[in-house]
């Protein structure tokens, strides 16, 4: 295949294609017609000799070639953009932009709100794709550009991933009003008398709290394994279970429910989580003003610095 003869332009295109999953999306997220897009599309196809895409339901799938193909294209694009970024400045106000965030979803109801408010304010033309982070492809998906910036919990993580060190969070612990044995303190006693609902994802295990009560020599009841905080604030409204969690989204998740948040019975380690970035955007103008708007919107930050991962 020669370089030369190919519009370099078809490849974001192709890109479009593949991250939106249709013509129509791709369309609107170029600016460009659906007629124009399907004939980038068939441009595409002649050059490469190979469908690319095929259609199944509303969505076009990505042939074997294009998954191939679209990883090194990501990141080629990215080094394509950082440097037309450092020549010409990113102006909030006026630059068209979309950021894609990793973002677990127990923090998505606590960070999206305030950084929404942030970015539609001082930045009309911004877009914002918060995804789930796949943590065995975090390294590549910030070094291709699928991903602008990560948030999750300490990672093994390469060099070229730079990380700082940002939330901070206590666990509290979440029962109905009315509970016949919890009133307004919870003692260490009563807490471990108690049936618990653990929400994780993992199938086997204990919680972060479990570790803390390990090392007490103690240990609870896990009456309910679940995969989710919300789901688990629904049932303790209606049971007498007891649920720890972390302490802004159970101040969130139980918004509307009639629950009480109490501090935990004894000291549990921090829920602490980290924002990664690719080193190649360290003073992109761009991805710079994007993580201090998740800076900003976070319920807590600390250690200002940044470093990178040592393994």
């Not at 973002?103 to 408010?117: G, I, Q, T």
């Not at 929400?199 to 394994?225: K, P, Y």
């Not at 970035?277 to 708007?293: G, I, L, S, Y």
């Amino acid at each position: 295949m020669n370089l030369r003869q190919l519009d370099l332009n078809l490849l974001v295109v192709l890109d479009a294609i593949y991250s939106e999953g249709g013509i129509t999306a791709a369309a609107r997220r170029l600016h460009l017609t659906q007629p124009a897009v399907t004939h980038a599309l068939n441009r595409l196809r002649q050059h490469f000799g190979d469908p690319l895409f095929v259609r199944e339901g509303r969505q076009m799938l990505p042939t074997p070639m294009a998954r191939n193909l679209i990883r090194p294209l990501k990141r080629s694009l990215r080094s394509i953009e950082i440097m037309l970024h450092e020549v010409d400045r990113f102006e909030p106000a006026t630059t068209p932009r979309r950021f894609s965030l990793g973002v677990r979803d127990v923090l998505e109801s606590v960070l999206l709100p305030p950084l929404m408010r942030s970015i539609t304010k001082a930045a009309p033309l911004v877009d914002l794709e918060a995804v789930q982070t796949v943590r065995r492809t975090l390294a590549s998906d910030l070094d291709s550009g699928e991903l602008d910036a990560a948030i999750d919990v300490l990672l093994p993580l390469p060099d070229s991933i730079h990380r700082q060190r940002i939330v901070f969070d206590r666990f509290v612990v979440v029962a109905r009003k009315g509970h016949p044995d919890v009133g307004k303190r919870l003692s260490l006693a009563t807490y471990l008398a108690q049936d618990h609902v653990l929400a994780t994802v993992r199938r086997t295990g204990g919680g972060m709290e479990d570790v803390s009560l390990a090392q007490l020599g103690q240990t609870r009841r896990i009456r309910l394994r679940c995969q989710h905080y919300f789901a688990a604030c629904r049932v303790v409204s209606e049971t007498n279970l007891i649920l720890t969690m972390p302490e802004n989204y159970a101040r969130v998740a139980n918004a509307g429910l009639d629950n009480q948040v109490l501090p935990a019975p004894v000291d549990m380690t921090p829920l602490d989580g980290y924002l990664y970035w690719h080193r190649n955007v360290e003073n992109d103008p761009a991805n710079r003003w994007f993580r201090e708007q998740v800076l900003g919107a976070l319920p807590g930050v600390q250690d200002t610095g940044h470093h990178q991962n040592r393994g």
